[in-house]
């Protein structure tokens, strides 16, 4: 508010220069701690510097505690320091107790620790354990801490996690303490691994594991692997590396990075574990492994290890190692350098080494082999055999000899070609081997039997075969017209007869076609005609016209059936007399047999073939023909 001092402005005692003639300040202004048209009124005590401005009565900056445009408003008693916000009075800071944006209201007495949230006076911050805006409500009993506003855990005791602590830190945890997010442990106690030590360290790991892969930091004795999960193997004396198994130290007799291998039999007790050569050999062996076997012919029985040489040999061997033995055809002991002898008989060279040939008669040159040649043998050391070819023996000196049939050549050496029995050149024949004849050797006929002549081919002919003419050489095939075609081996002549519809020696005529099929063989007579209207040997002749269904015997010609109506005779070629009496025109007249009158004689005949006339003898033509049956 504006002070008014009375005493002052109506006399403008309190302008800075003079009064004007209306009885207020001039332009001049008032003086300092005044202000108003006529400086009758005081600035306000919160102005900084007792200034303020003329009309309005605003100042700045304020005192201290003070705010607003004359300075003239308290800042909140709460305010930090007694400051606040000249244009509103806002205090940045309230003192314990105050809240509101000017401090200027009191915090709940409920407040335990006597502050509560400047924005809306709860009470800030509340002991451990405590929530709500009184801080009176108590966390979940596993929250260390909590939210004041709505109870969410801001940290776990020890052992939980999770949003509201709800879930137990595995046992694994390290302090039982774990990640309050995610549950994970850092670090894990001993004995346990992962993320969220869940994973218990191998039964084998000494000294625990790493937490990010289980790896063990070392392992108990005997075993080894990334987790001690393998066990040293059994040969290694003592503990194995960790990384790899490799053994340390072998038992004995063993060898290898994991002391798996067994050191070779021949070693005297103990071999290199890297590399399984034997420190010394067992008697009789030798090499790297000793598993080189010592020359038989040592006498010392040992031998060098390096290189199996040995110092003397026994009788009967010889070389460096003395495992050569001495040939057999030494007479005795042969020297350790060279295996050199002397011979017993039938040996030579320098060591004996070569039998003498068995053709030798006898002993043979040490130098050369050189000897006298049996029977049979031939050249400086009767080396060759006499060949095959040879008749018995050959010369000694050139191995020429006289030859056996089907050999030629100074040596007898070469085969006569197959079809020579003897040769003197491999085509130039001088007697034919069987089964070939001629100067050149021809071959026999593949169908002789057994072979041939030498000279002429002739031969006896395999069955089917014959020998038309001696003259010439081979066999001619039977006519395929012979039953079983089978003939004479001479001659041709179909010997068991002709196949159907042939006749003839060779069955090469063709039976007449009147025949049945078959017809005989010498003279082609048919055995049986085609049908039973024809008749004669060769079923040539028609039956008589007038044979009943001209059906006639095959060799006669005799009628089978009987004659037609009214005739008679074997062949029925007479007419039945006219003087027969006929009863009908389907009844013949008279015997088929001797034309003897059936029915009896027309009117004025008479007699079995009603030929007499009236009592006289007439002579009918039956009548002729009787008289020529009677004679």
């Known amino acids: ?345 039938g040996y030579w060279g320098s060591s004996c080494e070569k039998k003498c040939n068995v053709g030798c008669n006898g002993a043979c040159a040490r130098s050369n082999g050189a000897c006298t040649c049996k029977n049979g043998y031939w050249g400086s050391s009767c080396e060759n055999e006499c060949t095959l070819g040879c008749n018995e023996t050959c010369d000694k000196i050139t191995g020429y000899c006289t030859c056996e049939d089907g050999y030629f050549g100074d040596r007898c050496t070469f085969n006569c070609s197959s079809e020579c029995k003897a040769c003197i050149s491999y085509n130039g024949c001088t007697s034919c081997a069987d089964g070939y004849w001629g100067e050149t050797c021809f071959t026999c006929d593949a169908n002789c039997v057994d072979t041939c002549d030498k000279d002429t081919g002739n031969c006896k002919c395999q069955e089917g075969y014959f020998n038309a003419n001696m003259n010439e050489s081979g066999c001619k095939s039977c006519s395929p017209k012979c039953k079983n075609q089978t003939c004479d081996p001479d001659s041709g002549a179909c010997q068991h007869g002709c196949v159907d519809r042939y006749w003839g020696n060779d069955c090469n005529h063709t039976c007449s076609k009147k025949c049945n099929g078959t017809c005989v063989q010498k003279t082609g007579h048919c055995i049986q005609c085609a049908n039973t209207t024809v008749y004669g040997l060769s079923c040539d002749q028609l039956c008589s016209a007038t044979c009943s269904s001209n059906v006639c015997e095959r060799i006669s010609g005799h009628c089978l059936l009987g004659c037609q109506l009214n005739y008679f005779g074997s062949q029925c070629e007479y007419n039945c007399s006219s003087n027969c009496l006929e009863i009908n025109r389907t009844t013949t007249r008279c015997s088929y047999a001797d034309g003897t009158c059936l029915h009896g004689c027309r009117n004025g005949f008479m007699g079995d073939f009603c030929d007499i006339h009236h009592g006289l003898y007439f002579v009918f033509e039956q009548h002729i023909f009787r008289t020529k049956q009677n004679t």
Not at 9 to 35: E, F, K, M
Not at 59 to 66: I, L, N, R
Not at 223 to 245: M, P
């Open 1 to 345: 508010m504006l002070h008014v001092l009375g005493r002052c402005c109506p006399l403008c005692q309190c302008c800075a220069v003079r009064c004007n003639p209306w009885n207020a300040c001039d332009y001049s202004g008032c003086i300092a701690g005044y202000t108003h048209n006529f400086c009758q009124a005081r600035c306000s005590e919160g102005c900084a510097n007792t200034s303020c401005t003329r009309y309005g009565g605003a100042c700045t900056p304020c005192k201290a505690g003070y705010w607003g445009d004359k300075c003239d408003q308290r800042c909140g008693q709460g305010c930090l320091l007694g400051t606040c916000n000249q244009n509103n009075g806002y205090c940045p800071t309230c003192l314990s107790g105050y809240w509101s944006d000017k401090c200027d209201q009191l915090c709940s007495v409920d407040c335990s620790s006597k502050s509560c949230d400047k924005s809306i006076g709860t009470c800030l911050p509340c002991p451990v354990g405590y929530r709500g805006t009184k801080c009176v409500e108590k966390c979940d009993q596993r929250c260390f801490t909590c939210r004041q506003s709505d109870g969410y855990c801001s940290s776990c005791n020890t052992g939980y996690w999770g949003d509201t602590c709800e879930r137990q830190c595995n046992v694994g945890c390290f302090l039982g303490t774990c990640d309050k997010q995610t549950g994970q442990c850092s670090p894990c106690r001993d004995g346990y691994w992962d993320s969220s030590c869940i994973q218990r360290c191998s039964n084998e790991c000494s000294g625990g594991c790493a937490q990010y892969n289980g790896y063990c930091n070392a392992c108990f004795d005997n075993y080894w692997g990334n987790t001690c999960e393998s066990q040293c193997s059994l040969g290694c004396l003592g503990n194995c590396r960790q990384s790899d198994g490799f053994c340390y130290q072998c038992k004995s007799g063993l060898w290898g990075n994991k002391c798996e291998k067994n050191c070779s039999v021949g070693c005297f007790e103990e071999c290199s574990q890297f590399n399984g050569r034997c420190v010394a050999c067992l008697i009789g062996l030798w090499g790297n492994i000793c598993d080189e076997t010592c020359g038989k012919g040592c006498r010392s029985v040992a031998c060098n290890k390096r290189n199996g040489y040995c110092d003397m040999c026994f009788d009967g061997y010889w070389g460096s190692s003395c495992e050569k033995e001495c040939n057999v055809g030494c007479n005795g002991a042969c020297v350790k350098s060279n295996g050199a002898c002397t011979c017993t008989n």
